[in-house]
């Protein structure tokens, strides 16, 4: 069974730096595609950053800049080094991946941004 876990997140002040980091494990192909969204209370999900197999890379707009995404595949891990974070960057985020036509989903980690 696929299982992603993610971990870094926590409590930091405005101009700060986070970074997350998610480990998959019971792969038993490539993963394609992975990345990581977010969700912040009374919002929905939104997509954050992805980056393929060939670290093609592309980040939303809200975050472009500040947050860069990056990958071990040697590692099975893939990390989203967070810059500059803001109050209006509080969520949950979640890491997924693409496997054999999948997707599949972490638990999340809170990320919250004081001012």
């Known amino acids: 069974q696929v299982r992603l876990v993610e971990s870094g997140g926590g409590l930091v002040q405005a101009g700060g730096s986070l970074r997350l980091s998610c480990s998959a494990s019971g792969i038993a192909s490539s993963i394609t595609v992975s990345g990581w969204a977010r969700q912040a209370p009374g919002k929905q999900r939104e997509g954050v950053a992805t980056?393929?197999?060939?670290?093609?890379?592309t980040h939303a707009n809200s975050v472009k800049g500040r947050f860069f995404i990056s990958r071990d595949n040697a590692k099975n891990t893939v990390y989203l080094q967070m810059n500059s974070l803001k109050p209006e960057d509080t969520a949950v985020y979640y890491c997924y991946a693409a496997v054999a036509g999948s997707y599949y989903w972490g638990q999340g980690t809170q990320v919250t941004v004081s001012s």
């Open positions: 980056i393929t197999s060939g670290d093609y890379s």
